[in-house]
């Protein structure tokens, strides 16, 4: 038992390293005038080739959008020299999956909320143990970021993490909430702080461009059989629509909808169109603290 254990978390820690490696040289893609399809196809390839899969489409979410955000087939959007850019990556080996993220300011202004998160971040990674309560986690990072003057997002969190589930329970909060979960020594949690300066929440926003497989059903169209097959592969983690084969996709995509079998993930944005900022890890609690897989 002692031993598989130690395989399953060698596995996250080798998605781990592939993340960080990636998330370096992405990060200096980053800059005014960049392509965004640039960057978010350089994350996903550069996964490939070093030996990990991507565990979701790399997400860049710019200025008041928080997640979910990444570029369509032949998006031709490039980063302005005033965003603040989200970068989230996930690596997975076998199932095993690595989640971390970064803010990249391009405009120099917001210093401030950038680190709110960060310390939010590292605040939180200091009370991780054995025994840690996700009500203690919410706490520090919600006091953390209003010490700071900002405010948490209170409708995204921090989550679990098992094979082939990229939000696994349980949720990390990033506010105290009255409920928790007690956390155990070889759980392995992504922690993601969210500060902003509008309201302290998100709605969704425009379509979606990220999909997940929840129940397989049949389809009956043929490109539509084609396309299942295509996403069976992913096991149910998310992925882009611009993975996707491109024969008639548009109307064997709606024929997946329909059949009720896919979820998606719009684009989440700030309500009051406050800028986001985030910063995320992903850990292996420990019985005195915990291990950083993305560090
Ligand atoms: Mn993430
Ligand atoms: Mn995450």
Redesign the pocket.
């Known amino acids: 038992m002692e031993e598989e254990i130690e395989l399953i978390l060698e596995n996250y820690r080798r998605a781990g390293v592939i993340l960080v490696e990636v998330r370096k040289e992405a990060t200096g893609l980053i800059k005014d005038g960049g392509s965004l399809l640039e960057v978010a196809e350089f994350v996903e390839n550069n996964i490939r080739e070093k030996g990990g899969e991507p565990a979701?489409p790399c997400?860049i979410s710019r200025n008041e959008e928080a997640?979910h955000a990444t570029p369509s087939i032949d998006d031709q959007t490039v980063f302005g020299k005033d965003d603040l850019v989200k970068l989230?990556?996930?690596v997975h080996i076998d199932g095993y999956i690595a989640?971390?993220?970064v803010t990249v300011d391009l405009s120099g202004n917001y210093g401030g909320l950038v680190k709110a998160a960060e310390a939010a971040l590292d605040e939180a990674i200091k009370i991780m143990r054995d025994g840690v309560s996700t009500i203690e986690i919410g706490e520090v990072i919600g006091t953390t970021i209003k010490e700071r003057g900002y405010k948490p997002v209170v409708n995204l969190s921090g989550h679990g993490l098992s094979r082939y589930d990229?939000h696994a329970p349980p949720t990390i909060p990033n506010v105290k909430y009255e409920h928790g979960v007690t956390l155990h020594e070889n759980n392995v949690v992504?922690i993601?702080p969210f500060a902003t300066d509008g309201g302290g929440k998100v709605v969704e926003s425009g379509n979606a461009e990220i999909f997940s497989l929840i129940k397989p059903k049949p389809v009956r169209m043929r490109e539509a059989k084609k396309l299942l097959d295509e996403i069976k592969n992913y096991q149910g983690l998310p992925f882009a629509k611009r993975w996707l084969p491109r024969e008639r996709l548009e109307l064997a995509l709606r024929k997946v909808e329909t059949a009720g079998i896919l979820r998606d993930y719009p684009v989440l944005r700030e309500e009051e169109k406050g800028m986001v900022s985030?910063a995320?890890h992903t850990v292996i609690i420990k019985k005195d603290g915990c291990e950083v897989i993305t560090k």
């Open positions: 979701f997400n997640a989230d990556i996930g989640d971390s993220a990229s992504a993601e985030q995320e």
